[in-house]
């Protein structure tokens, strides 16, 4: 007998593969129903989506890394070569709930193919730049290539794989993002050691082809929305989220008060009209619709405690190490390592796991975990060992990796099919904000206690993580349409 609660979360899309169509009475007759897409199929669209999803992570990763040298070569002042960064980041941004929203419309495989050639050619244009003023507009358009990844690309595992193995594809997409963000900073290391910084970019050619090569013939074709794309909204919504983030980005490097001021309230100003503007709308740019869905709402709120619990660590770690434990900045990155290398390790048995068992429950033991060893990691003594470091740094990796496959599961299947752009939408949005968030807190705590203000960021990460755990375990309360 068929699950009817599996049955509604089924999506809509045009048959790729030998797979037996099921009709459906009131759509079109050209539009059948599919529980994800069948072998080999499904492992070259997957293979597609990782491949690009782990090529935009990484180069935010790399960039990072590198920017001093590249500042160095292009004789740009570190003041201006943070534009390098800031750049792509504010794109990406500004683009992200419009890049999902175009995507229900034109449909998602349209957008994402669009995404991985615009973000390799984009690429090239960096490695073939000469100056900060060249390099930066190939890092906007990298921005926008990048947005259109990362906003749907949880909504295409939603389309290719079967309703009972979402948890397991998610899983999956989860431990390349960690992989990638382990990788990024040794690997810029190892490209800048054997060749010039225009090779951190062209390293992405190859790797967008290939990921457009298996694209191109495996993504499923999914059938648009009959609603259009407004542009002025989504003016509206990059105006919104751009300032709102620049603002905190300012506010994180101590940036005069008064023009952090200025953008958040202007983001309000943008804000207020753009609520005006989708009021009404079918499918909302900024999806309140969805939040009226207290799944949603309450899935939404725990991924944003659980990336800026995330965030207040990965920002404050290397100050803690360094200026309160005086370990080198050697041993700082080795030091690093576990949190990220254990979550790529549980995150897929996480992400099958709720194929099973509630994300809810799933979601609140890993925060539970996250919490506990922030707290411990704030608890170590002058002069630990390296071992008493590295065993609280897997204990907050298992936590975010146990806690992040459950909770992207329970977003995408807390919305209804047609809306899951929106959602893929909001599980890209929420991470980027909590990730800011948390970086703008370290820099207050850093203004209030100085060098100890990395200690108290581990406390207040804990603090923020123990908020989601308790956010994520009320869920348990709430059962969606769907069962889950």
Do not use: K
Not at 142 to 159: C, D, E, H, K, P
Not at 332 to 351: D, N, R
């Amino acid at each position: 007998m068929q699950n009817p609660a599996a049955d509604a979360a089924n999506p809509v899309s045009v048959p790729e593969s030998d797979q037996e169509p099921i009709a459906v009475p009131d759509l079109p007759p050209q539009v059948v129903v599919h529980d994800g897409l069948e072998q080999p199929d499904r492992g070259r669209a997957v293979l597609a989506v990782i491949l690009a999803v782990g090529m935009a992570t990484l180069d935010t990763a790399i960039a990072n890394t590198a920017l001093p040298a590249i500042a160095a070569d292009i004789h740009a002042s570190p003041a201006a070569s943070v534009w390098i960064v800031n750049a792509y980041q504010l794109a990406m941004i500004a683009t992200l709930l419009p890049s999902a929203a175009l995507a229900e419309v034109l449909g998602y495989r349209r957008v994402y193919l669009f995404g991985i050639t615009l973000f390799t050619v984009a690429s090239l244009g960096c490695a073939l730049a000469w100056s900060l003023p060249t390099l930066v507009a190939a890092r906007i358009l990298q921005g926008f290539g990048a947005s259109a990844l990362m906003s749907i690309n949880v909504a295409l595992l939603r389309y290719i794989y079967p309703t009972r193995l979402l948890g397991r594809g998610l899983g999956v997409n989860a431990m390349i993002v960690a992989i990638a963000f382990a990788v990024g900073p040794p690997a810029a290391s190892v490209i800048l050691s054997l060749g010039s910084w225009p090779w951190l970019f062209a390293v992405n050619v190859p790797t967008g082809l290939l990921a457009l090569f298996f694209g191109y013939r495996s993504l499923p074709r999914t059938v648009g929305a009959t609603h259009g794309f407004d542009p002025v909204m989504a003016l509206l919504t990059a105006m919104t989220f751009g300032l709102l983030m620049l603002g905190l980005g300012d506010a994180a490097h101590r940036t005069d008060a008064n023009r952090v001021m200025l953008e958040i309230a202007l983001a309000l100003v943008f804000g207020f009209f753009l609520l005006r503007r989708q009021a009404g709308h079918p499918a909302p740019m900024l999806p309140v619709d969805l939040f009226r869905r207290p799944a949603f709402a309450l899935s939404a709120l725990t991924a944003v405690c659980s990336f800026a619990a995330q965030s207040l660590a990965f920002v404050s770690l290397p100050f803690y190490f360094e200026q309160i434990l005086h370990r080198s900045p050697v041993e700082t990155g080795f030091l690093m390592t576990p949190w990220p290398a254990v979550l790529a390790f549980i995150a897929p048995v996480a992400g099958r796991l709720s194929d099973r068992y509630r994300p809810g429950l799933l979601g609140g033991i890993g925060l539970a975990f996250l919490a506990l060893g922030m707290a411990l990691l704030a608890l170590l003594p002058a002069q630990p060992e390296a071992w008493d470091i590295c065993w609280r740094m897997a204990i907050c990796g298992f936590g975010f990796g146990f806690f992040q496959s459950p909770n992207l599961r329970a977003i995408m299947s807390s919305a209804p099919p047609s809306r899951a752009g929106g959602a893929s939408g909001i599980v890209g949005m929420a991470r980027l904000f909590g990730q800011t968030s948390g970086a703008a807190l370290v820099a207050l705590l850093f203004l209030l206690f100085d060098v100890h203000g990395s200690l108290y960021s581990l406390v207040l990460g804990a603090i923020v993580a123990g908020v989601g755990c308790a956010v994520s375990l009320m869920r348990l309360t709430v059962v969606n349409e769907f069962g889950l």
